[in-house]
Structure formats: C-alpha cells, structure tokens
C-alpha cells in the first residue's frame, strides 16, 4: 500500500493509503522508516483527512541537466532546494511578482530511507524507502539573472511533493520498474508529451551515488531526478498536474504570491 | 553572556558561557528562541562539555560576491549549503581526494530567532537571535567544474559554525556595531590580512532582506553574510581559525576524507 502523510482531526499521522480512506500507523511510529511490520490504529475516511507532503525532509537534492544522452557527456550536477519550497498536493503555488516566466516540472522524486553516504551502485537501492511525485517550479528568467538558482528554484512551496510514497516492493508488485516509470505533466488539462524515467541520462542509482559521494542523506531526505519531458509554463490562475504512473498524481493549483493563506506551509514543512 | 550548545554528561543542552564553564538553561527549554527570562539549571564546568555547533539549521544560506564596492553593482545572489555541512568547534574539516584547492572563508553567520518572511530594511534586524562565526569551506577548484556549487561547497562538515551566540544586546552592550565587526582567519598561525564586516558589498540588513524576499527563515536558521577576507588555503594536517572580534574563534583541525570518526556529524546536526 502506498505510504501518506496527513492532517485529520487528531493531528498529523502517517497512514496507508487504501480503499476509501487511510489506515493511521501507530502514533509514536509517525516515520515510516523501519522494515519492520508496521502496526495499525484506526482507520480516517478520506473526506475527514487533508494529504500533506510525504515526507519533511533535512536536505532537497536536485539533479540539473539530467535529460538524454547529451547530458551524458557533462559531469553529472545537483543542486539544493530549501526545505521551505516543500509542498502539499492541492497547496497553491504563489507566482511572485518579477519571477518572470516560470515553468512547472514533473519529476520522479526518491525518499531516503536509511542514511546514505557514499552509495555505491550496488547499494544505492537499498537505502530507499519509497519513490514519489514532485514539480520542482522553476523561473526560466530567474535563471539567467541567478546563477546559482537560489531564487529561480527557492521561492516558498515551490517544490509540490506527493501524493503519497510507493515503496520498491510495491512497484515490483505491479511489475514496474523505476528506471522506466512513465512521467507525465499537464496544466489546465493539456497534457504534455509523456515521458519516461529511462529518458533520463543518468539512471536513479547513478543519481544517488553521485549525489552521497558529496554529502550525507538521511531517513526522508529526498532527490529529484531531473525532468525527462521538460517544463510546462504556469501562471496563476493555471492548474498543474505532475503524475508518475504507478505511483500517483500531484494536483496545484497556482495564484498569485500574495494569496497564499498564512500559516499553511508551517503545516507542511513542520 | 554567549549562547552556546553543548554536549555534556546529561545530554545536549543550551547554556551561558561564564567564567570556567555553562550555565545550563532549564530542560525542555534547549532553545533558546524566546525573549523572556531565561531559567538556570545548574552549572558544567568547561572541562566536563565540549562545544557543539551554537545551532541545528533546516536552512543554512550564504552570499555570493558580496565583498567590495564592485560586487554592489552586481544583481545579490545567494546559495544554499547543506545542513550536514553544518560542523562544531574543534571537529575535523576532512578533505576528500579529488577536491582539488580547498579554502577556508572567515564569515560572520546571523542566526534567525523569529520566522522571517520579506523583511524590511526597518525591520530586519528584529528577527535576529545573535551572530556566530562561520567557516564556509570552499573547494575553488569544484566551482569550476560545478558551477551551481553543490560539490563545491557541499561536502559534509563544510561548515563549522561557532564557538557560541553573541546577541545583539551583548554587542551593543560592548560597544560593538555588527556592520563594523572584525573578521579574522589564521591557518597554522599565520594570520590573513584583518578584514572588516563593513568591507561587505551588502550591509547584514540589506542580505537578509534579500534572502526573506525568497524564502521564509525559521528559529535557528543561519545567513553566511559572506568572506571580506577571502580564502586561504587549506590541506589535511593544518588547524584553520576564523574569528569574529567580539564573538570568538572558532578552530578546527583538517584532515584527509577518511579520517572523521563514524558518528560524529550525527551530534552536531541532530
């Protein structure tokens, strides 16, 4: 069963996702970490639950230029998101004045585990917990003026995380593979060309070990693996679907930066 | 009296810096965000404590190109460093192989103490607990081929930060302006060229009102104002010091990549 983290009437719990609703992990287990078997307490109908990002995270690695088999000759690159840019499914997105033109991506997203430093390609895979849907919202025009990307990748919940986990076991349940996962986006209900995980130039473990060989990733850290279709422009107003068949769709509405209710991304990103 | 977080007999706590040791601050009260009266719990003497990074970010920024009149004319530009970067007073900066030329960079660090959303220039300094002193290792030679910097600064315990918290009332109280700080930075003994925080193209104001217009800081969260000194080279065997005059200095060993013991990152981060 796929893993969420939600609000309802006695907090914040996480819970398996089934039929109708979700079964609330024991309290006290909030993280989903340990292998072991997970013991059940209760059962929340899903219009009593609002869904929250899957994880809250200590570090949000991107990989940048990670498309075809171009960016196979460059050296491989990551960037940082503040964990501040995590989002709900269903929040809004808030288009600042002066971002210019900004651009959702559908990204396949890999939620630590087990801490994970210096992977190698043989156990990089096992230090992951489960994979999950992000849109890592970009401001093409900010990246021409901010070279680092601090402000064209950093603004406040500009990184939609869900709607829930998919654990590796889950996926070979459904005959699936990650490195092939179809990843799809739409905005206002037009999709854009479907695109696939193995169009990725480096694949998920490649990613990983790349990534530890610099810096320590702990239990729900999370990395995004690059946008294998490119982005989509949004503005507010827009609705934005990013979607990984097998795992879920991540729905968000967009709106202008003031129109954000305060106090809602405390929520998310405590 | 300095803020400082320690690790001691009875765990890890915050505390006063006095003559010969800590005062602790009272249990369940370990940080120590709020304005009121401040409860004591007894005493540890400096031999019985080691010093542990004065802070546990979830968002660590530091500026770029922020020394000297020209760097004014450029756009401000961020980066964000990982919170594993995030080191205590006296632990090992461990420099892999393949990291080319590594530099120490003296900084005055600003530590968030209320939650900072699009601060003014009227404002600003408000929402700031106190300063620190920072080392933002550099790898100038991954810049080059890593130009979002994630290796190039990323490595963890690339960021020592300490000895301890000086607020702005403690300053004040010893006639210091923080915009005129003196930043210093020795490696082996041999002193750098003294560099003044007042030689930042940006003033500590101006930075954090930039930042908060992209993203929100939380309790805890640490600014890198930026190096007026520059780096200066730094290579396994060598002890670096950074100072602030009127905080403290802040020394750590250097050694090869293989030589930080198992765990130790744990402390300080967590």
Redesign the interface.
């Known amino acids: 069963m796929p893993l969420a983290r939600i609000a309802h009437g006695g907090g914040v719990a996480y819970a398996e996702v089934g039929a109708g609703g979700y079964t609330l992990l024991a309290p006290g287990r909030e993280t989903p970490w340990s292998d072991g078997q997970r013991e059940k307490r209760g059962f929340v109908p899903a219009s009593s639950a609002r869904l929250l990002a899957p994880v809250s995270p ?2 949000v ?1 991107g990989m ?1 230029h990670n498309t075809g088999p171009a960016d196979r000759e460059l ?1 491989p ?9 995590i989002s709900a499914p269903g929040r809004p997105i808030a288009v600042p004045e002066g971002a210019g033109l900004v651009e959702a991506e559908a990204e396949l997203a890999v939620v630590i585990g087990h801490t994970a ?1 210096r992977l190698t390609m043989a156990d990089a895979l096992s230090h992951v917990l489960g994979f999950t849907v992000a849109n890592d919202v970009t401001s093409r025009d900010l990246q021409r ?7 064209a990748k ?3 919940g500009w990184t939609p995380l869900g709607p829930w986990l998919v654990t590796p076991a889950e996926l070979d349940h459904q005959g699936l593979e990650v490195d092939a996962l179809e990843i799809r986006l739409s905005v206002d209900g037009v999709p854009r060309p479907p695109a696939n995980a193995s169009m990725l130039a480096r694949s998920i473990t490649e990613c990983l070990v790349y990534v530890t060989g ?3 990733l ?1 239990p729900g850290d999370v990395v995004l693996t690059g946008a294998p279709g490119g982005g989509a422009p949004i503005r507010p107003g827009c609705r934005v679907i990013a979607s990984v068949v097998g795992i879920g769709d991540l729905e968000n509405p967009v709106v202008g930066a003031d129109c954000v209710l305060a106090g809602e ?1 405390e929520e998310s990103v405590a």
Do not use: C, I, N, Y
């Not at 690159?77 to 840019?85: C, D, E, S």
């Not at 003026?145 to 402000?151: E, H, I, K």
């Open positions: 200590r570090t690695v940048a050296p690159q990551a960037f940082l998101k503040p964990v501040t840019t430093r003026s901010d070279p680092l990307w601090f402000a950093g603004h406040d610099v810096l320590t702990h991304d």
